[in-house]
């Protein structure tokens, strides 16, 4: 199914093509589906996303919406990670990089753009803060 794949290929992208040596010391934080964390190291980002189609009569162009979950005990890292996952998907229809990362893919990513953005404080049990990035990403499936 292209959904599973347009989500761990664009994870794996942000894993491999963000410059992680100026925001993490050239640690790649781990990139978890939503399921649970149990205890991973921060930083950690937990990732889902919501099917969607973009019209009843355009049924073929998808129109997904992914969130990004960043999770740290270290506030200023954590925003150099959201603004590093934010610079590389909030291209709008510049989606050059993302289409380069997957030529042999089974869909093709038309747009990209962020809709939604929040920070939290830190929860009292785990003292962890955590900010969400939501994109919605639109494609057609080939």
Same mark, same amino acid.
């Given at each position: 199914?292209? +959904? /599973?794949e347009?989500? %761990? @290929?664009?994870?794996?992208?942000?894993?491999?093509d963000?410059d992680?040596?100026?925001i993490?010391? =050239? +640690?790649?934080?781990?990139?978890i589906p939503?399921? =649970? *964390? @149990?205890?991973t #190291?921060?930083?950690?980002?937990?990732y889902?996303?919501?099917?969607?189609? $973009?019209? #009843?009569?355009?049924y *073929?162009?998808?129109n997904?919406?992914?969130? *990004? &979950?960043? %999770?740290? +005990? @270290?506030i200023?890292?954590?925003? $150099?990670?959201?603004?590093a996952i934010r610079e &590389?998907? +909030?291209?709008g229809?510049?989606v050059?990089?993302i289409?380069?990362?997957?030529? @042999?893919?089974? &869909?093709? #990513?038309?747009?990209?753009?962020l809709? &939604?953005?929040?920070?939290?404080?830190?929860?009292e049990r785990?003292?962890f803060?955590?900010t969400v990035?939501?994109f /919605?990403? /639109? %494609? #057609?499936?080939?």
């Open positions: 199914m292209a +959904n /599973k347009l989500i %761990y @290929d664009i994870t794996a992208a942000l894993s491999e963000i992680w040596a100026e993490n010391d =050239g +640690n790649i934080p781990e990139f939503i399921t =649970g *964390y @149990d205890d #190291v921060v930083p950690f980002v937990l889902s996303f919501l099917p969607r189609i $973009e019209d #009843v009569e355009r *073929y162009i998808l997904d919406s992914v969130r *990004y &979950y960043i %999770y740290d +005990n @270290d200023e890292r954590m925003w $150099e990670i959201s603004r &590389y998907l +909030n291209v229809d510049g050059g990089a289409k380069a990362r997957m030529p @042999d893919a089974q &869909y093709r #990513v038309l747009s990209s753009e809709v &939604y953005g929040a920070s939290f404080p830190a929860l785990e003292g803060t955590n990035n939501e /919605k990403i /639109k %494609y #057609v499936l080939l």
